[in-house]
């Protein structure tokens, strides 16, 4: 068999050699280099979040307008995200992430620095397009710098940066604000930003067999790209808003995303040098990869946004309180990541990542049997369990799924691999946010019936609580009020009451949604032949 660098360097190490150890030390430092911009660029995604209140405040404009912030932001992001490969190609990888690393510091100084929404909006463009070639190129460097059976740990040191950086993100996005104030959550990037420049200059390189230049422009792939994201972004963020298709401009945006990103596919798999390369999808663990974490993407990042309204909602937990509850999950998902990494060459990867599915989904069963007097310590078994599956389902599956990529389409098939994640995540909370507007309405109509002067229960509540507003004013605990009063507020009480349960149910259908997902899961896994698997030598 032919010696490869990775051969090499494993039987230099083996004697001790000089070069060897420097190689060994090289990987980490490299892959430290390249995970401070991803980690920067995921937690914008919901960093920012826990700012536009006081943004809407800063700015005079209301809900509505300011979610552009994040929208503005999550459409250069993915367009990026796509065309990472391309831009490789054209200008270099690492020149690529070093310019890319500073539009993203620049877009993060004038975003603090922004006096109105249009300026906001602008520079969070800008920053979105820096940071959205960070991750696949991230990803494709640690794989590339890591040898063939240790690629699980270097996954497992990618996912601490991704998938640890949204889960963290509102917890300091949180003390960020109250503490210092909303611009901070954008300088905040700074010092990262530069210590990652620096880093990857000085540690980071090319390799040989990277191919530089492109012969022809694909004018046709970009411009279909670009309408499909934007077109499919602006539904995904408007929809619930515009009432889905009730709205003639949703219908038609609709249209057009499902033409543009149809024609995108067709139009890449005939060019010789295609934006995104969708040929790799031939690679069947790459295929069933991307199909299983656009699953569990899904219940990633939808639990991520479903969980905080549901805190904030429901039980009236302030951003810092919420941001506790995640906490366990962050913290096991940062302890188990690492040991999932070394298990993987231990043990046989289809039960591995059924038991992280099934953590899940005990998880996730629990959550749905919530009730409104659910307290923190009843969120810290189901959020563990969580981070647990998170962290073990996604680095075994980021690395089967790359596994058997040639290194010179290791960043294309990053892109379309992280291209999955992202989409599969936006597509979570349309989804679900539509799912617990319709579902509330739903819930509310099978107890309204519940609530009638023909049913003893009602009438039993309705008269303790009128009896216990006039004892409250008689006591002077409350001014004095009126008998009608009185049951006019008991009504009021009782309709409060309903609103909340009829919420607390469609969360609970919600997490019964996720669990069918996790089935689903489990089905594709299988469908991984299991020679993706790749195992350390004994």
């Known amino acids: ?41 995921v ?34 992001q993915i367009i990026m995200i796509a065309m990472a490969a391309w831009w490789s190609t054209m200008l270099g990888r690492k020149r690529l992430y070093l310019f890319s690393m500073a539009m993203f510091l620049t877009g993060s100084v004038l975003a603090g620095l922004s006096q109105t929404l249009g300026q906001m909006i602008f520079f969070r463009v800008i920053q979105g397009i820096g940071g959205g070639s960070l991750m696949p190129v991230s990803q494709a460097i640690v794989r590339e710098k890591f040898p063939p059976e240790e690629q699980a740990i270097a996954m497992s040191l990618y996912a601490m940066g991704v998938i640890l950086a949204p889960a963290i993100g509102p917890v300091i996005g949180g003390l960020i604000v109250d503490s210092m104030g909303w611009p901070w959550v954008f300088y ?4 990262f930003c530069i210590v ?41 963020e408007r929809g619930e808003k515009a009432d889905w298709f009730a709205s003639n401009w949703i219908v038609a945006g609709t249209i057009l995303a ?33 199909i299983y974490i656009s699953i569990i993407s899904f219940g990633l990042f939808g639990s991520t ?74 969120f810290l078994g189901c959020t563990t369990l969580m981070g647990i599956g998170i ?12 596994s058997t990529i040639p290194r010179p389409q290791m960043t294309q098939a990053s892109s379309l691999f992280t291209l999955s994640q992202r989409v599969s995540g936006n597509l979570a909370y349309a ?60 009504t009021a009480v009782i309709n409060h009451m309903v609103n909340a349960h009829a919420t607390m149910l469609a969360y609970n259908d919600i997490y019964w949604f996720l669990l069918k997902m996790l089935v689903v899961a489990l089905v594709v896994l299988w469908f991984a032949p299991q020679n993706a698997f790749p195992k350390a030598v004994k």
Not at 474 to 488: C, F, K, L, N, V
């Open 258 to 290: 499902a033409f543009s990103l149809a024609a995108l596919v067709i139009w890449e798999m005939r060019v010789d040098e295609p934006i995104a390369n969708f040929r790799l999808f031939s690679n069947r663990p790459l295929a069933v990869g991307a």
């Open 431 to 490: 989804v679900l946010a539509t799912m617990l507007a319709r579902n509330t309405q739903t819930r509310r109509s099978y107890l309204i019936p519940n609530i009638s002067f023909l049913k003893d229960p009602y009438l039993r509540m309705h008269a303790n609580l009128t009896a216990r507003l006039l004892e409250r004013g008689q006591s002077g605990m409350t001014p004095r009020i009126s008998i009608d009063a009185a049951q006019h507020h008991a």
């Open 43 to 76: 937690m914008d995604l919901t960093i920012v979040n826990v700012s536009m209140p006081h943004m809407m405040g800063s700015f005079g404009t209301d809900l509505l307008n300011i979610t552009w912030v994040s929208t503005a932001y999550s459409i250069a």
């Open 305 to 378: 946004f479903i969980l905080p309204q549901y805190t904030e909602t429901l039980l009236g937990y302030s951003a810092y309180q919420t941001g506790l509850v995640m906490v366990p999950r962050s913290i096991a998902m940062f302890l188990m990541m690492p040991l999932s990494g070394l298990v993987y060459n231990y043990c046989d990867t289809r039960i591995q990542v059924s038991a992280a599915l099934t953590a899940m989904f005990v998880s996730f069963w629990m959550m749905s049997h919530f009730a409104l007097n659910v307290g923190y310590w009843d």
């Open 196 to 236: 990652g420049i620096m880093m990857v200059s000085s540690f980071v390189h090319d390799p040989s067999y990277l191919r530089r230049g492109l012969r022809k422009i694909d004018w046709g792939g970009l411009a279909l790209l670009t309408i499909g994201i934007v077109s499919l972004q602006i539904i995904l």
């Open 1 to 41: 068999m032919e010696p490869t660098a990775a051969t090499g360097e494993a039987a230099l190490a083996s004697i001790g050699h000089p070069a060897a150890l420097e190689a060994e030390a090289g990987k980490w430092v490299v892959a430290g280099s390249v995970l401070l911009g991803s980690f920067v660029s």
């Open 188 to 191: 905040i990037n700074v010092p």
């Open 391 to 402: 962290a073990n389902s996604n680095v075994v599956m980021s690395t089967m799924s790359l």
